[in-house]
């Protein structure tokens, strides 16, 4: 597993009879290359000893929240800010439901809702527990908050029960996060351009036409893709969103900015044109505030369209361009006609007339339109997780 080598992994293990083998999983990460820190929460410390995990894991191992002697030398902000990726192993129902409600009463729920980075979760309870409806739900919400969820596995559990509820095997967990760190080393090398939110066009110094877009689809791509490795480049119109660090992030307010920038930010290997890019702009802006008694008509003429225009460069096409069709009837006709006339590889459409999704929601209900002539529809789901399938697809579709 060649992606462990000098990573850094957060262990935290929690309170349950699974947590022996904890100790397999740090001694196959340690064998891989692998830093290994770890966090005992309280109820951990009655099944396996600070010792055993110190002389294994080489490291310190960490315990208590507030520790004068620990606080001094790494507090829970460094610990999770050190982490590559942060490991909770066993996950006891506990635990779960406090990262699900926020609650932060020890060391290792405080890691974890201070953290930045990404959570592997392995759960292991009693089969009852797992498939209590709590559970369930605290479950959902933690993938939405995009925590991923490793096992559980079937089988003959310690109380002697059968049913769905064991810690996955240490070796399938570390092939896990061997695979997560693959994936980000692979797309290390690819470089992606976002645009999102509106453009505003011009009248007078003071005043402008736009529209209603958030921002938020285009911006949670943008992390997703960060967050994957990618090298990011978000060219946004005005909105109130703030990027992840890490993000190359260029704000602008016309469409005609936002060409210039993404000219000045090819070549990429991907571009996701989000943006709802304003179709008109004023002939001629005034440059002094138009007086109300000033009886005058708006004249406007068509902005480029940045998306055609790129989708149909010579030199600066990227290999993949992705287009978004906002629609409020025919969305299967309007999105294929957009696929073709501005020649992308895949229009991602949604039916704008739909209550409770797209503009300035936190949900949207998409299809993709592929080159191929298929489509592929997505049920209703919050932007962020739809951002991590549409990053999903690019990835395949790139390497
Ligand atoms: N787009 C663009 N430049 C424009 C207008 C749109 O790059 N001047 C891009 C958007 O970023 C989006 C796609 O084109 O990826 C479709 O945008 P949409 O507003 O749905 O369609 P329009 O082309 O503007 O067509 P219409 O308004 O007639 O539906």
């Known amino acids: ?56 894991s080489q490291e310190k191992v960490y315990t208590d929240l507030f520790n004068s002697e620990n606080e001094a030398e790494m507090d829970h902000i460094s610990l999770s ?45 009693n089969v009852r527990m797992w498939e209590h409806q709590s559970n369930k739900e605290n479950l959902k919400k933690i993938k939405e908050y995009g925590y991923e969820i490793i096992g559980p596995e079937t089988g003959e559990m310690a109380c002697g029960e059968y049913g769905e509820g064991k810690m996955s095997e240490p070796n399938s967990i570390v092939k896990h996060i061997n695979n997560y760190f693959k994936k980000l080393d692979n797309n290390q090398k690819l ?54 660090s890490g993000i190359n992030f260029i704000k602008v307010k016309s469409a005609d900015e936002m060409l210039e920038e993404i000219l000045n930010n090819l070549p990429s290997d991907v571009a996701i044109f989000s943006a709802a890019v304003a179709d008109f702009k004023v002939k001629s802006v005034e440059s ?46 309007n999105a294929k006609k957009k696929l073709s006339e501005k020649n992308c590889d895949w229009i991602i459409a949604n039916d704008i007339s739909k209550k409770g999704i797209g503009f300035e929601s936190d949900f949207n209900e998409v299809s ?32």
């Open 1 to 56: 597993m060649k992606n462990l080598n000098q990573k850094k992994i957060l262990l935290i293990i929690c309170g349950g009879i699974a947590a022996y083998k904890s100790l397999d999983v740090i001694r196959i990460l340690k064998k891989n290359g692998s830093k290994v820190k770890t966090i005992l929460t309280k109820n951990a410390k009655n099944f396996v000893t600070p010792l055993s995990i110190a002389s294994l």
């Open 81 to 125: 800010r050190w982490a590559d990726l942060i490991l909770i192993a066993p996950a006891t129902a506990n635990t779960i439901s406090k990262i699900s409600f926020g609650l932060t009463d020890d060391l290792a729920s405080t890691v974890v809702l201070a953290s930045n980075k990404k959570i592997f979760i392995a759960p292991a309870m």
């Open 191 to 244: 470089r992606a351009l976002v645009t999102a939110g509106p453009t505003q066009e011009y009248i007078d110094p003071v005043r402008f036409i736009s529209n209603k877009s958030s921002g938020k689809q285009g911006y949670e791509i943008a992390n997703s893709l960060n967050e994957n490795g990618f090298e990011t480049t978000l060219i946004s119109g005005p909105t109130n969103l703030n990027p992840a």
């Open 288 to 333: 002094q505030k138009i007086k109300k008694n000033k009886i005058f008509e708006l004249s406007l003429e068509k902005n480029i369209d940045i998306l055609r225009h790129i989708s149909n460069h010579n030199s600066l096409r990227p290999k993949l361009v992705i287009g978004f069709a906002a629609e409020t009837s025919s969305l299967k006709k």
């Open 368 to 399: 993709i339109f592929y080159k191929n002539n298929s489509e592929e529809k997505f049920k209703k789901m919050r932007k962020s997780n739809l951002a991590e399938e549409i990053v999903n697809r690019i990835i395949s579709q790139l390497n």
